[in-house]
């Protein structure tokens, strides 16, 4: 198990299973999206937001 901390609250997040890059995971305390952006050493991001393209 690996624990990280989240970007938004600074909570730890626990990974049970090996994290692979960029999966979306979710923050047990603030429930923020995290893209896993590395794998050695286990880095997170918040998750972009889905964006419209309207189209195009």
Known sequence: M?????????SDV???A???????IECADCRSE???LSVDPVLL???PEA????GE
Request: with cysteine; glycine share 0%.
């Open 34 to 36: 995290l893209e896993v």
């Open 45 to 47: 991001a918040l998750a």
């Open 18 to 24: 090996a994290p692979r890059q960029n999966e979306i």
């Open 14 to 16: 626990e990974l049970t």
């Open 2 to 10: 690996t624990t990280v901390m989240c970007p938004s609250c600074e």
């Open 51 to 54: 964006e419209e393209d309207w």
